[in-house]
């Protein structure tokens, strides 16, 4: 528009000074002549700039009838002022060449609307520049036309009139120049801007590396190249009646493109050609009807079409943008092309690099035809399987596969057809006859319309030995070869199942040897373990092949009967394995004498759980060896019953301990002749918050098993020194009075006993010449070598040691001698087969007297006879030279305040020697 104002301000003024003003001014003209006259020139400027505009926006070369119209006009301009100039001189005449003007007008409009290009309107051409050559040189010489019409008319047309219109015409003149160099200068920088963006395209492309990226790449440059534009990648589907639209902005974008929108993107890109109005183009990419749209295909390798590069903008597009989008499309083909050419050379590298895999890999690779004959074997196969790959082209692959697992291989076939890979583990057999375990993947696959099957076979025979060597472990005992406990449990479980949907009944039997630690301790535990080996073979004997045999750990051995008829049967295992362990066992030189105890629980249809049937026959064990070992016993509901009142008793002793329950009862040790008291024993008792007083019988030996006994014994000694303590300060003739306490076995292997003793008596003030402990006698077994030493540091305390029971340990005499003892006390035992019969002539006082004769002869001087509750078994003790004694006869146990009140009593004794 700025270029069309230009050419009509400068043919004004070139019309004013030569024909307007002139016209106007004349004289030689009447009034309608000289309007006649002067009209023709500003009708003439306005075809003029119609003539302009046209030519400026329609590129005339390229459309035939905006030719014919531009040039009409042009010869009407031509005629017309001539018309107008010769007029004024008086020289017009009709019938001259200058009227070939209105002919030419005349014929050419004519032709333009004769012409086929006249159907085409709405469709803007689209020059390679913005400005050509030929029209800045016309624009830079309209700009000098002042001057020249100011040399012209300067001497014919009146100063004044004329300075003021030419001063108007050229000040207007000089802002539309103005703002056309401005518009230059804003078309150059735009220019040089789509040259930065495409330089900067054309960098990324160079580096793209998959099509996503030049995808990415040409969207986002396209929509650079004008502000408002939007721009999009129309992908074309091969053998799909749609093409995919991706718009980058908003990003991710997708949608399809109609088939008649397409049909109008190929017509509109054949020509580079703008589209405007509501066309299918503009409503499937939501463009407003105002729009202008820009297009270029995308060719691939071969150069067929295979999208386009689309750029819409509204109000509308420059004249530069389909040029630049050609350029960026182009570019965009040839990086398609890079990165295609790029993908086969690299589909081929990878083609020889896994021919050279399969050629060394040690799996086996199989294409299978719809038959499952073999098509292709990978040389994986002959070391696998020592198979060569061309002997077996054309046969079946269920051939290669071991007989039993030729199932399970054509059911992994049959899963891969539903296009999901399938996977199972069978067996391959090898040209050598033996097999391999193999881990397969079966593929369906269709290449060039040939469907098959691709198997993958991976060697796992090493893994599968392995994982049967570890769950043989895991379920069998490694010194017998028996079950272990997990795997006996199993068995247990599936035949509990198997009763209780009516089945036959079973019985498990729980096996303990009596005795077995002292085997380990003595002989070794090589010993130990020989002996277990043979128990194995002796158990398997007394049993059936369908019986389960199992090591639960240590020397503790289960057998699960299954199917049995009655009770009777399972006794009789159990009494032949009884039988069986009294033979003497054959250990390297040695022949070892054992026996075993047997716990028995029968399951039958109201069996619960394996844990409670192994737990029966537990508790049946239990009560075998409190019957005195090497027997068994079946397991009854009181058993189950007494357990759980014994593990009720140990939470409750154990509370009791904590919250001091336990009292101490006390019996008197005196002379035999005279009754006067030397010595007092201390004995727990447990006042029980709801069973009342218990003995030591009912709870001594639960604390033994529980451990409970340390800190009961620790107790029971802080307790009974500090009575102690009070008698001998307070109780006249009593301060030597002395007190015996007794040690458990569990007591005597700790190592904090000599410090709590020491502790124990610095606390009540006793001395230690006044306490007893007393140790029973299978206690002191030669071996205990760390309890010698703590033997001889109470020694060296001060305190005495009495062995408790003697006589029933068999310990050895020389062994007696070395210990750090100073007394004995005579198990009552012997004291109960003394009679009124007299003892000078009876074995068992022969035996009581011998036994004190060994006590002295070892240096035992302090022997008290203990249980004496007769006066016939006081006299004879007293014939047989005993002179202390402890029992029922003389006093009962009784609390602290009735011994208090005993000893007030008491004389003391008269006898310094008679004293403990």
Not at 50 to 66: I, K, Q
Not at 463 to 471: K, T
Not at 712 to 719: A, D, E, I
Not at 735 to 750: G, H
């Amino acid at each position: 528009m700025l270029d069309c104002l230009i050419v009509s301000t400068a043919a004004g003024l070139t019309s004013w000074v030569f024909i307007i003003e002139p016209t106007l001014a004349g004289t030689e003209l009447d009034l309608a002549a000289s309007l006649v006259t002067a009209g023709y020139p500003l009708m003439d400027i306005v075809l003029l700039g119609a003539a302009t505009r046209l030519w400026f926006s329609f590129d005339s070369g390229r459309n035939t009838s905006m030719g014919f119209i531009v040039g009409t006009l042009v010869g009407v301009l031509i005629a017309d002022t001539a018309h107008a100039y010769l007029s004024i001189k008086n020289d017009w005449s009709d019938g001259t060449a200058w009227d070939l003007g209105w002919f030419v007008f005349y014929i050419g409009l004519g032709a333009a609307a004769l012409h086929p290009s006249i159907s085409a309107p709405t469709v803007a051409t689209t020059p390679k520049r913005a400005i050509s050559r030929w029209r800045f040189v016309v624009l830079l010489t309209l700009m000098s036309i002042l001057p020249l019409i100011l040399l012209v008319g300067q001497v014919s047309i009146p100063a004044a009139r004329e300075g003021l219109v030419i001063t108007v015409g050229a000040v207007f003149m000089f802002g539309l120049v103005l703002m056309r160099l401005n518009d230059l200068v804003l078309q150059l920088r735009e220019t040089l801007r789509r040259e930065r963006v495409i330089r900067d395209a054309n960098g990324a492309l160079a580096a793209a590396a998959d099509p996503d990226t030049i995808r990415d790449t040409v969207v986002n440059a396209a929509a650079d190249l004008h502000a408002n534009a939007t721009s999009y990648v129309v992908e074309l589907r091969r053998g799909g009646s749609n093409a995919i639209v991706t718009q980058t902005v908003p990003a991710g974008r997708r949608f399809g493109l109609s088939d008649a929108a397409l049909e109008g993107l190929r017509a509109l890109t054949a020509e580079f050609l703008a589209a405007y109005g509501a066309t299918p183009l503009h409503r499937d990419l939501e463009l407003p009807r105002e729009a202008a749209i820009a297009a270029r295909a995308l060719t691939d390798n071969s150069g067929d079409t295979e999208g386009y590069l689309i750029v819409g903008a509204s109000p509308g597009l420059p004249r530069e943008t389909p040029p630049a989008l050609a350029a960026l499309a182009e570019a965009a083909s040839l990086a398609r092309s890079r990165v295609g050419l790029g993908r086969i050379l690299a589909e081929r590298a990878s083609e020889q690099r896994l021919r050279r895999m399969l050629q060394h890999s040690s799996n086996i690779i199989a294409v299978l035809d719809l038959d499952l004959s073999i098509r292709y074997l990978s040389p994986g196969a002959e070391r696998m399987l020592g198979v060569a790959p061309h002997h077996v082209f054309g046969t079946s692959w269920l051939d290669a596969v071991f007989p039993a697992d030729r199932s399970k291989a054509n059911d992994i076939i049959e899963a891969s057809t539903s296009d999901r890979p399938a996977h199972a583990e069978f067996r391959l057999l090898a040209g050598d006859g033996s097999h391999r375990y193999v881990d397969v993947v079966a593929t369906r696959v269709i290449e060039h319309d040939e469907p098959g099957f691709v198997l993958t076979c991976h060697d796992v025979t090493e893994r599968r030995a392995l994982e049967q060597q570890l769950s043989y472990q895991a379920f069998h005992d490694s010194l017998t070869g028996l079950a272990n406990r997990a795997l006996f449990r199993d068995r247990l479980e599936h035949a509990i199942a198997r009763t209780s949907r009516g089945q036959t009944r079973f019985a498990v039997l729980f096996i303990d040897l009596d005795d077995f630690k002292d085997v380990n301790d003595s002989l070794g535990h090589a010993a130990g373990d020989a002996m277990l080996r043979q128990m194995n073979h002796r158990i398997g004997e007394a049993v059936r092949e369908e019986d389960t045999v199992a090591r639960l750990g240590g020397d503790e051995f289960a057998i699960l009967l299954e199917a049995i008829v009655n009770d009777e049967e399972v006794t009789s295992v159990a009494q032949r394995i009884v039988t069986s362990a009294r033979e003497p066992f054959e250990v390297g030189e040695s022949n070892i004498s054992s026996g075993l105890s047997i716990g028995i629980a029968i399951g039958g249809t109201s069996t619960i759980s394996a844990e409670a049937v192994m737990r029966n026959a537990d508790l049946a064990l239990y009560e075998a060896k409190n019957l005195g070992k090497n027997r068994h016993a079946i397991f009854a509901p009181a058993m189950h019953e007494q357990a759980v009142d014994r593990m009720q008793l140990s939470a409750d002793l154990r509370d009791a301990i904590d919250q001091n329950q336990l009292i101490l009862h006390y019996q008197p040790i005196v002379e035999l002749a005279t009754d006067a008291v030397v010595g007092v024993e201390a004995l727990v008792r447990w006042q029980h918050p709801e069973r009342g007083l218990l003995g030591p019988g009912q709870f001594i030996g639960l604390a033994e098993e529980s451990g409970l006994i340390v800190p009961l014994g620790h107790q029971v000694l802080r307790m009974a020194l500090a009575v102690a303590a009070q008698w001998q300060r307070d109780v006249p003739g009593q301060d030597a009075l002395i007190l015996t306490v007794n040690l458990s076995a569990r007591q005597v292997q700790e190592d904090t006993l000599v410090a709590e003793v020491r502790d124990a008596l610095a606390e009540s003030g006793v001395p230690p010449s006044s306490l007893v402990l007393e140790i029973t006698e299978s206690m002191l077994l030669p071996g205990e070598g760390v309890t010698m030493e703590w033997l001889r540091e109470l020694a060296d305390l001060g305190v005495r040691l009495f062995i408790d029971d003697f006589g029933t340990g068999y310990s050895s005499l020389s062994h007696l001698q070395q210990l750090p003892v100073h007394g004995i006390k005579l198990a009552r035992e012997f004291v109960c087969t003394l009679g009124a019969g007299g003892v000078d002539e009876t074995s068992s006082g022969n035996l009581v007297s011998t036994i004190r004769s060994i006590a002295e002869t070892l240096g035992l001087t302090s022997i008290v006879a203990e249980g004496v509750e007769t006066a016939e078994q006081r006299q004879a003790l007293i014939d047989l030279g005993y002179t202390l004694g402890q029992g029922y006869l003389m006093a009962r146990p009784m609390p602290a305040s009735a011994l208090s009140a005993l000893l007030q009593d008491s004389t003391p004794s008269r006898l310094a020697d008679l004293t403990i």
